[in-house]
């Protein structure tokens, strides 16, 4: 004859109750309006507050938009985390944080493509609703594009981490920032040189910000495609998702054949992005995560076109 265990059930008090006990109090009474017409607007009182403030808003701000591409997927939806602001003036106490994700909103119901001339038109849009002379966005976001192994055409998809940052203004208009950050492998040409058998190669990261003239068409030209080109065409190999036994000996094969200092890649790199008519100026940084030191390897450098024959 089988036991029959008999649990006796804590008897607990109304949820109300347990409220109470763990501090909560009943409401106290209401004195102050409710309709937004009668509320105090702390934000748009105006007198001397003492200093102009170059840029207030919000950040860290995710939400889902869409990725126009010229690699595959053409089309594709990620989360990008965005970064709002504007200048305010000395006589003005703040700006209105809720027009900023107010109108995040009404783009996403339009359904939200990160293109430079979508974020052209937001920006002058943010402007006008936040009463300013400029506005500012930027969002980063994940890229994912298809790569397929050199020998067995085998797919998988890499991605890059991008930004893009708009700025306007209503007397000089826009500025347009764009970078991208590939992963790529590098071999080492000391390595290579002293040893018998062997080189030690390790994992980067090419990180490039860019300045984009103000005639550029992200209709024409894919600025994400080409950033990863200028930064993989000039590594010792490819990154690739997918590698058979073939694909292997071709990408060994190659990075041997080809090897990069983390000065070797930023120099090159730094070449690509300067014969690129829409670059206007830029930055690239190489991070190697050395495989035989516990230390990285890194090296940047900035060039302007804009100072050629000062």
């Known amino acids: 004859m089988s036991q029959i265990n008999i649990r006796n059930k804590k008897l607990l008090p109304s949820k109300k109750e347990r409220h109470k006990l763990f501090g909560s109090s ?4 209401r004195t102050k309006p409710i309709e937004k017409e009668q509320m105090v607007d702390l934000q748009n009182s105006k007198q001397d507050f ?16 869409r990725i126009p591409s010229q690699l595959t997927p053409e089309i594709q939806t990620t989360i990008g985390t965005f970064t709002f602001g504007s200048s305010i003036t000395q006589d003005s106490k703040g700006t209105n944080m809720s027009r900023f994700t107010q109108q995040l909103d009404e783009y996403h119901q339009e359904g939200f493509a990160i293109d430079l001339t979508t974020l052209k038109k937001f920006t002058k849009e943010l402007a006008a609703r936040l ?21 067995s055409d085998l797919a998988g998809m890499n991605h890059a981490d991008a930004f893009m940052k708009v700025s306007y203004h209503q007397e000089t208009g826009h500025d347009i920032e764009v970078g991208l950050t590939a992963t790529i492998t590098t071999l080492c ?3 290579k040189e002293i040893s018998e058998y062997s080189a030690h190669n390790q994992r980067g990261n090419v990180s490039m910000s860019v300045k984009l003239t103000e005639d550029f068409n992200d209709q024409e030209t894919d600025w994400k495609a080409a950033l990863l080109e200028a930064a993989e065409s000039n590594a010792s190999a490819r990154i690739h998702p997918v590698l058979k036994r073939p694909d292997e000996k071709m990408v060994t094969e190659q990075a041997y054949e080809n090897p990069r200092f983390v000065e070797d890649v930023v120099r090159l790199v730094a070449a690509d992005l300067y014969e690129y008519d829409f670059v206007e100026s830029f930055k690239v940084t190489c991070r190697n995560e ?5 230390h990285d390897a890194i090296a940047s450098l900035s060039y302007d076109k804009n100072d050629e024959g000062n």
Do not use: Y
Request: hydrophobic content about 35%.
């Open 26 to 29: 009943d409401p106290g009474p």
């Open 50 to 65: 003492l200093f102009n403030i170059d840029t207030v808003g919000i950040s860290n701000v995710k939400h889902p938009i």
């Open 131 to 151: 009463k300013q002379k400029d506005a500012e966005v930027e969002v980063n976001f994940p890229w994912f594009f298809e790569r397929k192994g050199p020998a």
């Open 189 to 191: 040409p000391c390595s």
């Open 290 to 294: 050395e495989s035989i030191h516990l």
